[in-house]
């Protein structure tokens, strides 16, 4: 029963976090009615939507968490209705793209950090973080490296951007929801089951494949990828997955992984060598830029030698 029990629910979650991604995605290429970006964004919360219908399926009245699980369900409510009224014609693209990013995301982002506090359990925010201080650490200054590396050529360095970058992370919890979003159906839901069933290391690398394959709706909108942007796409997702993996395997945070992912997006605009870090295409990508994948792939990837992932 139990096991029955669990197959409906990644049934349900790969029917959210997937089907509806890819045929919202579909629909948008072929009559876009929202930006890439958008599109994104709207993506990013659907796993946590997958993760909440399969929890809630599980055992709505003795979830500890069924608040934020009701957030994110609001939330797609709240997107679907808001798409349905722009394929209607009642409102813009551009005040679609306005209230999805500067009103529904931040009331959710805001909401779902008050619960998580509230709540506690197993999405706590300050769950275990002194597990990982020294992974943590390893991760920024790779980064900070890998982005230095990627700018070799190149002159439009923007130092102001670089000296607040510590005040860009309070926008985190204005747009956490979506960071969240993705980190609590890929880490906190999936990759337990793809390790359970395919081994620690192979289930960590399988579900950095799953993870790349999942962005395909805006492959063609937003990074615009052809055949070496893809490689260089697939080996980075790869490798973000086995140390955001490892992160969560130390510390069993979500919100850990959460906060890598959006160091992850943070960095990509502030080096040079990354100004068209979303154009993944032969016109954009340098030699740099390629260096710079590589080492991080090198540096993450040797995190399957650890005690974690040897277990």
Known sequence: M?????????????????????????????????????????????????????????????????RIHLIYVGCFVGFVFLM???????????????????ILLP???????????????????????????????????????GGIISGIGTSNIDFLFIATLP????????????FFGEEYGWRGFLQEKMQRRFGKRAGVVLLGVIWEIWHMPIWFSVYRVDGLGLVLRLFSTVSFAIIIGYAYMKSNNVWVCAFMHYSINLFATVFPGNANSYDLNAGHITWARIAEVLLLF??????LCTKPYRK
């Open 84 to 102: 349905f009224l722009r394929i209607g014609g009642i409102i813009s693209e551009a005040f679609l793209e306005m209230v999805t990013n500067y």
């Open 107 to 145: 009331i959710v982002s805001v909401l779902l950090f008050i619960f998580a506090l509230l709540d506690g359990g197993a999405l706590s925010v300050g769950r275990n973080w002194k597990e990982v201080r020294r992974v943590l650490l390893i991760f920024m200054i790779s980064l900070i490296v």
């Open 2 to 66: 139990d096991r029955n029990r669990e197959s409906i629910e990644t049934m349900l979650f790969f029917l959210v976090a997937y089907g509806i991604c890819w045929g919202i995605g579909i629909l948008n290429y072929y009559d876009e009615f929202m930006s890439g970006y958008t599109m994104a964004l709207f993506m990013m919360t659907l796993p946590a939507t997958g993760v909440s219908v399969a929890k809630l399926y599980r055992n709505v009245r003795n979830d500890e968490n069924r």
């Open 298 to 303: 090198i540096v993450f990837s040797s995190f």
């Open 167 to 178: 005040v860009s992370y309070v926008f985190f919890f204005l747009q956490g929801a979506a």
